[in-house]
């Protein structure tokens, strides 16, 4: 009887069971279908957006990508340092370079956790040697083409670019680069490595779980601090003839240990090269992870003036900002920043800026390096959420809403690991409405499906905003940056 009545229970509960499975798949079918829409929609209006201005396989725009490059071995970061006996510490701790393990620790735990991209120097190569040991058998590793201006030439080139890169590479690398790529730099036989530590949103190391999905990167890379290229870089560009140079790659001399006025001296050689180039010439700069202090300082006075585009990423931003404004490095900020508070910091960097150019060339002074600044005409600011851009009207800058829309979609292709972007891989993150800034009374403007890209005139600029298509089976995070700041340009050329 017991036995009777408890066959009739399981039934029942087996009958209850796929009732309650069916009835919730029936109230969640239809918002899950409403959501698949909606991507779709947004999906097809970033495409439509993007292909509505093509490039010229006749006429191939020309750009020159400097500097440095080296080969990025990406790994899990988790499995390597538990692979190393790592164990999770209880301080969380920045550091602006790396001596020890027990700093490698704490500074990845601090990054970890929030899910915020870093790069930090090791000064002990045993450590950093016995970590690249550590990761080369490693399941599931593998190996790439890195460094900034490798990577954005390589993505430009895929976009329909002839580029002049700047950089010193072995003939294995130089080997696998496009064919519409061309070196000028010295040949080395061994690259310089470095360690990309990979995790997913939801990672767990102890007892910390990562936000979002980012990449924590380590090096002890000794050459391409020195700009080894530039000599040869700066004797093409006559004959090249670009339409854009493009500057990267320079976070390498981020507390390396130059000797006594070597870094000034490397970073006035480049001044000279980039206030060399005909006013026409667009020149581009792209941000990185600094940390020390001097150095972005010294970026303020000899690169950036001469720069009328900038990239940089929710990080790079506030750190330039807070730097401008007469404050301290800002070494981790909010991984998943507001719309409203990314376009207030971009309108305040792009005041700052052309404040000081204004300053400068009312000074008249022709022996400085301010000598032939440039008025910064385009900034763009790319996030997990969304992409940003500020364009000055009546620049050189063109396409604007287009190039938006392209920056988005680089930024599923490339972290995703597919040109074919898949929206049952992609979410939305950014919310339904935003506002245009923090101020009290400020406008919201909808997130519209079939018209994603929002673009509107303030002042002497437009800006544009458009959602990323936010890839869930990530692929790989390093070299995002590069791939959307470079795909952005190449439409407004």
């Known amino acids: 009887m017991e036995g009777g009545g408890s066959a009739s229970w399981m039934k029942c509960g087996s009958v209850v069971s796929v009732f309650v499975v069916l009835l919730a798949f029936w109230f969640r079918a239809p918002q899950n279908a409403v959501l698949d829409d909606r991507l779709d929609a947004v999906l097809t209006s970033l495409l439509r957006a993007e292909q509505k201005v093509g490039i010229n396989d006749v006429a191939r725009p020309k750009v020159a990508v400097g500097f440095g490059g080296c080969v990025d071995l990406i790994v899990d970061g988790v499995s390597l340092l538990n692979k190393i006996g790592l ?49 080369r058998d490693l399941p599931g590793n593998r190996w790439s083409v890195g460094g900034n201006a490798p990577v954005m030439a390589g993505r430009m080139a895929t976009e329909g670019c002839d580029v002049l890169l700047g950089g010193s590479f072995s003939p294995d690398f130089t080997d696998v680069l496009s064919q519409h790529i061309t070196v000028a730099g010295n040949v080395v036989e061994e690259p310089d490595i470095h360690l990309i530590l990979e995790y997913p949103s939801g990672a767990n190391w102890g007892h910390y779980t990562s936000r979002r999905a980012n990449r924590y990167i380590i090096h002890s890379d000794d050459h391409n601090p020195y700009l080894s290229s530039m000599e040869e870089f700066a004797e093409k560009l006559n004959d090249f003839q670009p339409d854009l140079i493009v500057v990267g790659g320079l976070q390498m001399m981020d507390n390396f240990p130059f000797q006594t006025g070597e870094r000034d001296a490397l970073l006035s050689r480049l001044a000279d090269l980039l206030s060399s180039s005909s006013p026409q010439i667009g020149i581009h700069f792209e941000m990185a992870s600094f940390v020390e202090e001097s150095i972005v300082e010294d970026l303020l006075h000899y690169v950036i003036p001469h720069a009328d585009s900038l990239g940089m990423n929710e990080q790079e931003l506030p750190n330039l900002l807070s730097l401008l404004k007469g404050s301290n490095i800002t070494v981790l900020s909010d991984p998943n920043p507001r719309v409203a508070t990314v376009l207030d910091q971009m309108r305040e960097v792009y005041r700052i800026l052309n404040k000081r150019y204004k300053d400068a060339s009312s000074e008249g002074d022709t022996d400085s390096a301010y000598a032939k600044v440039k008025p910064l005409t385009r900034l763009h600011v790319h996030t997990l959420a969304f992409q940003a851009m500020i364009v000055t009207h009546g620049s050189q800058w063109k396409n604007t809403m287009s190039a938006t829309a392209k920056a988005s979609l680089t930024a599923n292709r490339h972290v995703c690991g597919s040109n074919d972007i898949d929206p049952s891989k992609a979410r939305l993150i950014m919310d339904d409405s935003f506002s245009v800034s923090r101020q009290e009374g400020s406008q919201r403007i909808p997130l519209q499906e079939t018209r994603p890209v929002s673009c509107w005139d303030e002042e002497d600029y437009e800006i544009c905003v458009a959602p990323v298509l936010v890839c869930t089976e990530v692929y790989q995070t390093a070299g995002g940056g590069d791939n959307i700041s470079a795909a952005g340009l190449v439409l407004q050329i």
């Open 87 to 135: 164990p999770p510490t209880d301080q969380p701790l920045h550091h602006d370079y790396l001596e020890n393990a027990e700093q490698l620790a704490q500074s990845f735990a601090y990054f970890f956790a929030p899910g915020a991209a870093a790069e930090r120097f090791m000064l002990n190569e045993t450590l950093f040697s016995e970590l690249v040991e550590g990761a």
